[in-house]
């Protein structure tokens, strides 16, 4: 296998030259006036976790901006071309393309803090998701995260799971759940044609974390709602075509879950407990597919919310007795404005919650996004930038920490062992299946309505 470093390497003028027009064709008015704002103030600085956990001159997001930067002003501006050394101008050859490849995918989650606390308002994250598209058009994405993507594309989820694991695993929950509840007609409903609701998951769910899909299982059961899973393609609500800013594989990838609603009839898609996983499919993949959705999306946290809201679900708060604390996922909150729901469902179906400093859309990254938890080659970053978030969760006093989204998950599991934060990590539905109250198995025409 060629590495990155050879691909590199074997650069031609003429790919370079490609990676430019791609790079220049994702700018946008706005990105492309960001590209000359920064005062370099270094406000920047202090919002990035990558910064605050290893404060080089590398890390600051003003840096990282710098080198994306000093290449649209060498190829795309007048004083760039006629005098690049007054301007800080820089032209696209592989010493380049290695400042890229670090600054946007070795050192920045996308996070999007860094933007926050800028003085200028510089939306740093869309900047480098171009540069992203524009390492995805010369063969750069760092193969373990291209690989995710790959297994999206060939296999329908990002984990290479097969229909018959999947749907055996589907099944062994459903009898799980049946014990569980004493109800023989629970079901956890594979392909069931003009269901309303079609629910997404995480791969990693029925791989690594089936009960918490379980919970999830529970609520719709509680709810009598009327939903089912696909057992093709369209049952993964991961995209890492966001990570890898590939727009034609992320579309690809969303239209699984497009045709997966078509192929069941299903009028409600709801993306499971995912911050990218939302947000791609919320925000972006209309773009990517360049057409509104002819269903209605929803995430799983506003579809518990409403549960409790409207009483369709009961919960006893003093089932969880443990002090809580909430995570905050930068695709879900700060990118997507997913910050309350969750909260409501929390304080409704805990004893004692608590907030993290600072929390909301100014709560730290905990480090494992932007595709980082899928580069193996930056794993020492990762957790040593996760640092930042291992100290917030310290400074509440939480036993348990909440977390509605796998990614952000599997990142704080590490962090609570490189941390020893002594913690458990769990989703939102799985505090709300623990609280649950119910007077027995609810009854049932088999269809999950009443």
Request: aromatic letters at 6%; one cysteine or more; a negative charge.
């Amino acid at each position: 296998m060629v590495t990155i470093e050879e691909r590199i390497d074997a650069l031609t003028e003429r790919e370079l030259q490609h990676g430019l027009d791609v790079f220049r064709s994702k700018l946008r008015a706005a990105e492309a006036s960001y590209l000359n704002a920064c005062v370099h103030c270094g406000l920047c600085a202090e919002s990035c976790h990558y910064f605050r956990m290893e404060p080089t001159l590398e890390n600051v997001p003003a840096r990282k901006l710098d080198h994306v930067a000093a290449v649209f002003r060498r190829h795309f501006t007048t004083a760039g071309r006629l005098a690049p050394g007054l301007v800080g101008a820089r032209g696209f050859d592989r010493a380049m393309v290695r400042a890229w490849l670090d600054a946007v995918f070795g050192r920045c989650s996308l996070c999007g803090r860094c933007s926050l606390n800028c003085t200028i308002g510089i939306g740093l994250p869309r900047v480098f998701r171009a540069a992203r598209a524009a390492l995805a058009a010369m063969d750069l994405v760092p193969d373990d995260l291209q690989a995710t993507v790959d297994n999206s594309l060939r296999h329908g989820n990002n984990m290479a799971i097969t229909r018959e694991d999947w749907v055996d695993t589907v099944q062994w929950l459903e009898e799980e759940l049946q014990m569980e509840t004493g109800d023989p007609e629970a079901r956890l409903p594979l392909d069931r044609h003009g269901a309303k609701m079609l629910f997404t998951v995480n791969p990693r769910e029925p791989k690594f974390f089936p009960l918490s899909l379980q919970a999830s299982a529970k609520v719709f059961w509680a709810a009598r709602e009327d939903w089912t899973l696909a057992s093709d393609p369209g049952w993964d609500l991961t995209n890492y075509g966001l990570f890898n800013c590939n727009d034609e594989q992320a579309g690809q990838i969303t239209q699984n879950l497009v045709d997966a609603m078509a192929r069941l009839g299903c009028t409600t898609l709801v993306i499971g407990e995912c911050g990218h996983g939302f947000g791609a499919a919320r925000w972006e993949g209309p773009e990517w597919l360049q057409r509104t959705y002819p269903f209605e999306l929803r995430s799983m946290l506003d579809v518990m919310d409403e549960y409790l809201e409207s009483g369709r679900i009961t919960v006893d708060p003093a089932r969880n007795a443990k002090t809580v604390t909430l995570h905050d996922p930068c695709n879900l909150v700060r990118h997507g404005g997913v910050s309350e729901p969750q909260r409501r469902v929390l304080r409704r179906s805990v004893s004692r919650f608590v907030e993290m400093t600072p929390s909301r859309e100014h709560n730290f990254c905990c480090g494992g996004g932007g595709g980082q938890l899928a580069m193996a080659a930056y794993k020492d970053r990762r957790i040593r930038s996760g640092g930042m978030k291992a100290q917030q969760i310290k400074d509440t006093g939480a036993e348990i920490v909440v977390a509605p989204c796998h990614n952000c998950i599997d990142q704080l599991m590490e962090l609570n062992k490189e941390y020893r934060l002594g913690v458990q990590i769990k989703t939102v539905a799985e505090m709300v299946a623990e609280a649950l109250v119910t007077d027995g198995p609810p009854p049932t025409d088999g269809k999950g309505t009443t």
